[in-house]
């Protein structure tokens, strides 16, 4: 028994190789889905890797999903092609956790199942000459998810915007309304780890009522501009606090203004191709008080919508700073991101003092091709002061590593496919001395069309 297990996983590996191996001299194919069809281009026009938008992409993206000639305008477009696409993932997931708490005493639990991740169907592309949409709808399925209880049972629409694009007829001026992602160092939603995401991008100090999180689309209002190629760009958002139990009396109910500023400089030599630089921030306001009431069937006061008051700050600010070497078209790029928060005592259950974290990550990712990518991100985030000075300081640190292998093997105008080896880790300081870890591996099929 044990020396068949011994030649099926032996194969297995064989065949993962093989396929992975293949990805090296497989041709690129035509374009991406829904663009693709739209406009003619090969993958690697918009995509480092796909879903991750290089330069070009980017600049697409900024111009209101416009190449600047005839297709652009939906009059002018082809009949067949319909701006819609779905994407979801299938495979295997393996978890092990440690220190879990049962009756017995702390355990080390383990359990592998077969599963998908929720649907997303997105609509994109333009409305008019200036006019762009995007509508991303996932929804609520019960049996979602690798473990058995579901990740997805509420339909949610993701995003909802439309784009005004050269307002007075220059880039440096376009605005956005409606649930879209603030402008980040890397784009979490076009992220080509699937284990793990940016923890970053969500981290809260210990007890904070603050829901702001700049890694979640939001609902407002985007003002961005770019130059022609796209290698200088701002961005500011003025967006509600999503999620928040408590909204404020106020025009704008709990709001959060974001900036985001880079620019990038290639460079003419054999070894280092690009150099992006950025910076970033937000500050936002969230209620500390409000107008309470008692239910009529007894019970434990609760806060009255629209009538929180006493608003306390928080922030968020960090900078960025991404190299390319070898080729801006298959690079190997190096990505380091710091981000540092702070956040009012009045926002901290129990708080004493004001509460600050800092974190970041380092990633790296080679393109070897458009279809073979290896992916490597370390990141650690380290409360600098609790809100409570007798907490423990190291409560809800993390550290996390991700690996992966991406494999697309079917790139077409129609469809998109990739498999996806992927493992983490996520060690998680518990407060007492311990520090409960859980690895996650993953063999997937993520695909698109």
Not at 65 to 75: E, F, H, L, Q, T
Not at 277 to 303: N, Q
Not at 350 to 364: I, K, N, P, S, T
Request: some cysteine; glycine content about 12%; aromatic content about 10%.
């Amino acid at each position: 028994m044990r020396g068949t297990i011994c030649i099926s996983v032996a194969g297995l590996a064989a065949g993962l190789f093989a396929f992975f191996l293949s990805g090296l001299f497989s041709p690129v194919a035509t374009a991406v889905p829904a663009f693709a069809r739209k406009t003619g281009l090969a993958c690697s026009g918009c995509h480092e890797v796909w879903p991750r938008l290089n330069d070009f992409g980017q600049l697409f993206r900024d111009r209101g999903y416009r190449i600047g000639r005839d297709r652009d305008k939906p009059v002018d477009q082809d009949p067949s092609y319909w701006p819609i696409a779905m994407r979801t993932t299938v495979g295997y997931q393996w978890l092990r956790q440690t220190l879990v708490p049962t009756d017995a005493g702390p355990v080390t639990t383990q359990t592998g199942t077969f599963g998908f991740t929720g649907l997303d169907v997105f609509a994109v592309g333009t409305l008019g000459d200036n006019l762009s949409f995007l509508i991303t709808y996932a929804p609520g399925l019960t049996g979602s998810g690798f473990q058995i209880a579901p990740t997805n049972l509420d339909s949610d629409l993701e995003s909802a915007f439309i784009g005004f694009h050269d307002i007075a007829g220059t880039p440096f001026l376009n605005v956005r309304v409606g649930k879209h992602a603030p402008d980040l160092p890397i784009d979490e939603h076009r992220t080509i780890t699937l284990t793990q995401g940016y923890n970053v991008y969500h981290f809260h100090p210990q007890g904070s009522s603050v829901a702001w999180e700049p890694g979640e689309n939001q609902p407002g209002i985007e003002l961005y501009g770019h130059s022609d190629l796209s290698r200088f760009r701002y961005s500011f958002s003025l967006v509600n606090e999503k999620g928040s139990e408590l909204f404020s009396n106020n025009v704008i109910s709990n709001p959060v203004v974001w900036g985001h500023l880079t620019g990038e400089r290639l460079l003419d030599n054999g070894v280092l191709a690009a150099v992006k630089a950025g910076v970033f921030g937000s500050v936002g306001w969230h209620p500390a008080a409000a107008l309470m009431l008692i239910p009529s069937g007894g019970g434990a006061p609760v806060a009255v919508q629209g009538t929180g008051s006493a608003l306390k700050e928080h922030f968020r600010y960090g900078g960025e700073v991404h190299l390319r070497f070898l080729s801006v078209v298959n690079p190997l790029t190096l990505s380091g991101v710091v981000l540092g928060g702070s956040e009012s005592r009045q926002l901290i259950a129990g708080a004493a003092q004001d509460a600050r974290f800092l974190g970041g990550f380092v990633e790296g990712v080679w393109t070897i091709n458009p279809r073979l990518s290896l992916i490597g991100r370390y990141e650690q985030i380290q409360t600098t002061q609790q809100g409570d000075p007798k907490a423990p300081k190291a409560a809800g640190d993390l550290r996390v590593w991700t690996a992966a292998i991406r494999h697309t093997f079917e790139l077409t105008s129609r469809t998109e496919a990739a498999l996806q080896l992927e493992l983490s880790r996520v060690g998680t300081d518990a407060g007492d001395g311990t520090t409960p870890e859980t690895f996650t591996g993953l063999i997937a099929f993520d695909f698109t069309m």
